[in-house]
């Protein structure tokens, strides 16, 4: 069990740029779970996946953002046309679905400039 | 909806005293409540969770958490902080939807509490 990974790990773009995040979850867990965490907040609900399906998005999510889970193992986080109050940490979390705990990753730091 | 309410944005101690941070929730079946803790540049470790039966719950680096329904209210203690505890607490809350709701474990964090801790 290598836990959460998330890569990379920071990420700088100029707004207008697009960004992808990619998030590894701990190996036959079946949820997968983004978050945005801005300075001095707590994390914020994103979306989240069971298997490949997605079953819940946050009205935080714009349609600039858009989440994929392909094959139900890893997923991934793009933002279009970034603006600079897209960044934030964004953080990833798994869960078999049997328990109730959530696992998160380091996050991906994002600046846009 | 679920929401949380940590009252504590800044909370300093000194080593070896007691330490208790709030946390209020408001859900409206019965609560999943969790304990994060979050150190600079780490991600989100969990310390403690709820769900169901004893009202006291023990997690781990000697934390320890009190579940009451009556006050809507889910702190965490420990007797004796040390100089590592220092870092950024997070309660959360998060369960089971009710029929024809959509809300399958994901969380909802508190604002977090920031922990210094003087020497």
Known sequence: ?113 | AQSVTQPDIHITVSEGASLELRCNYSYGATPYLFWYVQSPGQGLQLLLKYFSGDTLVQGIKGFEAEFKRSQSSFNLRKPSVHWSDAAEYFCAVGGIANAGGTSYGKLTFGQGTILTVHP
């Open chain 1, 1 to 113: 069990d290598t836990g959460v990974s998330q890569n990379p790990r920071h990420k700088i773009t100029k707004r207008g740029q697009n960004v992808t995040f990619r998030c590894d979850p701990i190996s036959e867990h079946n949820r997968l779970y983004w978050y945005r965490q801005t300075l001095g907040q707590g994390p914020e609900f994103l979306t989240y996946f069971q298997n490949e399906a997605q079953l819940e998005k946050s009205r935080l999510l714009s349609d600039r953002f858009s989440a994929e889970r392909p094959k139900g193992s890893f997923s991934t986080l793009e933002i279009q046309r970034t603006e600079q109050g897209d960044s934030a940490m964004y953080l990833c979390a798994s869960k078999d679905i049997l328990l109730h705990e959530q696992f998160f990753g380091p996050g991906t730091r994002l600046t846009v400039l």
